[in-house]
């Protein structure tokens, strides 16, 4: 039933590859998620990176709010390979994290909870050591999303949708279940599900859909997503499980049953999902499928920097990695790294390679996360000089007679 479903989603959103959570052996390929150091047992539920090096992430108690253990906040300075906790409180359940601009300053405010009563937790980033505030606020954020440096949430005491922009909170509409705000502008769901609105300029003028769809009600917001990309709108809901869209922005609209899954858009060509710990991916004419990787571990929530950067955090400091996407590779590419070991790394000047006897290189290059050739060096050069190369992430592409050999560099200054 459910390989049958997808089948009809990928037959009508013909423009779309969706990555699926499931299960499947492995075959003959690996993932690329890998653990990450995260140096903490905690529970880890929210991460937000400031660029391709920087970031932070939260943790601490279960998914309502309840405490188990101490309430963390993480830094990140290589990209999430490695990180160290700056923050830690007894009791306390952090279940959000995002970083605003104030200023030439970035300010960390978190959301959290201690025996279901919210609070905000708050510093400015500096090198010194941080000065934290905790607060009691009269609301409760779900789902913030952060856009053009205002935080958007519904506050789960009486369902409004409100903005928080230099420390205060205004209400934008009431009885709203679920919504969704990026540069195509603000999308959301009232708290019945009969009625779809949208709002050019942030919330000042509201407007209803065009036409409305009639497959999904009240029942069935719990746990639910709504996702919006240039003209099309995506409606993940539950109890039964569906998919709505539209690819007439709200003109017309379909419907398709499928197991539940919750969603994420990468680009226009892909979506993310998570369920049960498992992930595969398939095109979008559904003829083959790809098995990404098997987890351990129930996801708390992924995250995607980029296209190609992303997170999936779980329990017990779980923090896995991919600068690809998710997408696999053969086992043979997997086992080819194992012939060259590069040092440093991180690096800030040079970066030196190590190769295994009789290895036959014809060049070397070195890209950016996104594909893109930033310089290309001499073959099978010992010392590749970087001090001119932009800090962040990059992928080094070793080319032998053989094979093609990629490695993980990160540039920092």
Known sequence: MFNQSLFLIFNKMNQLTIIIIAVFSFGNLQAQWHPTNSNTTENIKDIFMIDSLN???????DQYGYPLGNGIVLNTTDSGENW???FSMDSLSINNILVVSTGINKKIIAFATINQVSYKLSTTITSLPQNWILEPISYIPKKPILYNNIIYYIDVVDNSLNKLENNTSTIITNNVSIFNVNQNGLIFIDYLADTIFYSDDMGNTIFPFPSQQNYFGYSQIDRASIINHNDSIFIFTTYPENITYSFDNGTSWSNV?????IPKLINSNKIIAIKYGNITKSDYMFSNIDTLQFLTF?????YFFTDSIGFILGPNGQILKTINGGETVGLNEVQSNNKIKIFPNPTSNVLHIEYANNTKVKNIKLFDTKGILIYKYAKELHTLDVSTIPPGEHVLLIQTKTEKITKKVFITR
């Open 55 to 61: 970031g932070y992430c939260v943790g601490g108690g």
């Open 84 to 86: 160290t906790e700056i």
């Open 257 to 261: 049953e499928v197991d539940y899954f």
């Open 298 to 302: 129930n996801p708390n929530k992924f």
